[in-house]
């Protein structure tokens, strides 16, 4: 189980680097916060206990502001 986050969340955020590490309010594991590790610009978050991966939406690239919410 643990290997097939770590697939997904490689998947869906790619190469990064955590910038912040923080208690989830739901299921009380780590919410942590990652960053592209080239721009330094924050690329999502993940919730191993929720099983929670939420992906922000670059508005320079889409033209729109927001995130992408993905559950596993």
Do not use: W
């Not at 097939?4 to 919410?31: A, S, T």
């Not at 191993?48 to 927001?66: A, L």
Request: include cysteine; charge should be neutral.
């Amino acid at each position: 189980m643990l290997s097939d986050f770590h697939g997904k969340l490689d998947k869906e955020l790619g190469p990064r680097r955590i910038l912040h590490i923080k208690e989830c309010e739901v299921c009380g594991f780590d919410e942590i916060y990652y960053v592209d590790p080239e721009t330094n610009k924050q690329i999502g978050m993940a919730c191993e206990g929720c099983n929670f991966i939420r992906r922000f939406v670059d508005s320079t690239k889409t033209q729109s502001k927001g995130s992408s919410l993905i559950r596993h």
